[in-house]
């Protein structure tokens, strides 16, 4: 692993890092803010749902953008944009400030995402091994920064220096910034991938067309459902749990709305973290063992069991101590399992990719437009959904969108072989099948992507 890719990697960390702990704070500002009004939840639905969307948009401009005038360029452009957006944070007195400060930061993420994956793409297009670690890695550390310490570093932060936190945090941004400057080298044109190659200024400035065609092709359809409904899940709790779990909203046949302290709720949050990187990291080594749609029925039954778990501590968590344990070790268990969903997930995405191989790039930048999507939707059903029945409302909306996501699911494991060939779950071998059952024109190279769509059409 060169200097170029170990800069990069923690400078991902630090950015997580960074974005986690404002969004925590966050939270907790709104929280101030409205605690007379009683319209937290509202609130945060409205700012997060700004967030998500200006990151599913921008993904695709920031795509285009890297590919265009160079990776490093826009990466340097999210912890700029992330920085200028929590000093404005620390400073704002009115909602409609901080409604900017979320499209900003959503912007920072935008600009990092599709710029870090493209130049991972770009850095490891000739050793495939090398592509495995370095994009497990980056999971790490992704999952690290955004649901580990950044979430307990930001409890931390507000309680011991309340809004001053946010402009404590501007350093950390200081930092990514000064990682991918001065650690990460611009990948030569020469060295890039067959896909960065061919994304040529003149071919990037045609491609939303074709790029919605191939988002809405028969292979994304079927796959896109169930994991937005999976990414509106966990969407919905990471938004609106702590400022319930918090108490400032109290409802005394409710366990979990009786109140605790941020740095408890940041504590919780790294521990959970913990249990779904450690389940990632299983899931990892058994993934070639298992069809996709079979880790993902496992993942979704899992979802199930965990909401059922959560619903009876809600209700009976106070009435015993091991009664509480016993349901706090199942709900452990149960996030172990759903860990399983991401990979096979992405795999699937993967998979439809081999299909456009002129536009992998644009396949995978599916994911940031999947995560957007979602976490949208989790912000305006979780908001509702809090402010009507509190923790229950959140389980009852979670029931609704995994009843959603199993339909989703079932007509995806009934059609699996039309995204991935039946074949030997290794790189090499499932990538030269899949390729043997496409048409070959024009020297034995692959169809075309333009083809590849048409078809799907």
């Known amino acids: ?25 966050l939270v907790f500002l709104v929280d101030e803010m409205t605690r007379h009004r009683g319209t937290g939840p509202g609130v945060i639905s409205l700012l997060t749902g700004g967030f998500y969307a200006t990151e599913l948009t921008g ?8 590919d265009r005038y160079g990776r490093k360029v826009i990466m340097l452009l999210g912890p700029i944009f992330g920085g200028v957006a929590v000093f404005m944070t620390g400073l704002a007195t009115h ?28 850095e490891t297009a000739q050793d495939e091994r090398l592509r495995g670690r370095v994009v497990s890695l980056f999971e790490f550390v992704s999952l690290g920064g955004m ?14 220096f309340g809004r001053t936190a946010f402009f404590l945090n501007c350093f950390s941004y200081l930092a990514a910034l000064c990682l991918y400057a001065y650690g990460v080298s ?33 292979k994304v ?33 409710q366990f979990l709305m009786q109140g605790v302290s941020a740095t408890t709720i940041g504590i919780g949050e790294t521990v959970l973290a913990v249990v779904f990187g450690a389940g990632l990291l299983f899931w990892g080594t058994v993934y070639a063992r298992f069809r996709r749609t079979t880790m993902l029925l496992m993942g979704v039954g899992a979802f199930v069991l965990v909401g059922i778990d959560v619903a009876a501590v809600n209700h009976l968590g106070g009435t015993s101590t091991a009664l509480l344990g016993a349901l706090g070790a199942v709900a452990v268990v149960g996030l172990f399992v759903m860990s399983g969903a991401t990979p096979a997930a992405l795999g699937l995405l993967a998979d439809v990719s081999e299909g456009f191989e002129e536009d992998r790039s644009a396949i995978m930048g599916l994911y940031s437009v999947f995560l957007g999507l979602g976490q949208v939707l989790g912000a305006v059903v979780g908001g509702l959904a809090a402010s009507w029945k509190g923790i229950d409302g959140l389980i009852l909306a979670t029931a609704c969108l995994l009843a959603v996501g199993i339909v989703a699911l079932v007509n995806l494991r009934a059609h ?32 075309s992507s333009e083809a590849a769509v048409e078809d799907e059409q």
């Open 1 to 25: 692993m060169n200097r170029s890719i170990a800069s990069m990697l923690l400078a991902t960390f630090v950015l997580r890092i960074s974005t986690a702990v404002t969004g925590v704070m």
């Open 59 to 66: 993904a695709i401009v920031f795509g285009v953008l890297a």
């Open 95 to 122: 909602m409609p400030v901080l409604f900017v400060t979320r499209l900003l930061e959503g912007s920072s993420t935008a600009a990092s995402i599709p710029s870090t994956l493209g130049f991972i793409a770009a």
């Open 147 to 160: 649901l580990a310490v950044g979430p307990a570093l930001g409890g931390v932060l507000w309680d011991a």
């Open 186 to 218: 611009e990948v030569p044109r020469d060295r890039r991938s067959e896909i960065s190659a061919a994304a040529t200024p003149v071919r990037a400035s045609i491609e939303l067309s074709r790029y919605w065609k191939i988002a809405t092709s028969r």
């Open 221 to 253: 359809l079927l796959f896109a459902p169930t994991w937005l409904a999976i990414n509106a899940i966990l969407g919905l709790w990471a938004l609106q749990a702590p400022l319930l779990l918090k108490g400032n909203i109290r409802d005394p046949s």
């Open 416 to 447: 699996e072989g039309a995204i991935r060939p039946n074949t030997v779950d290794t790189p090499g071998s499932m990538r030269d099948s899949i390729r043997a059952t496409l048409p070959l024109a024009g020297g034995g190279r692959p169809r």
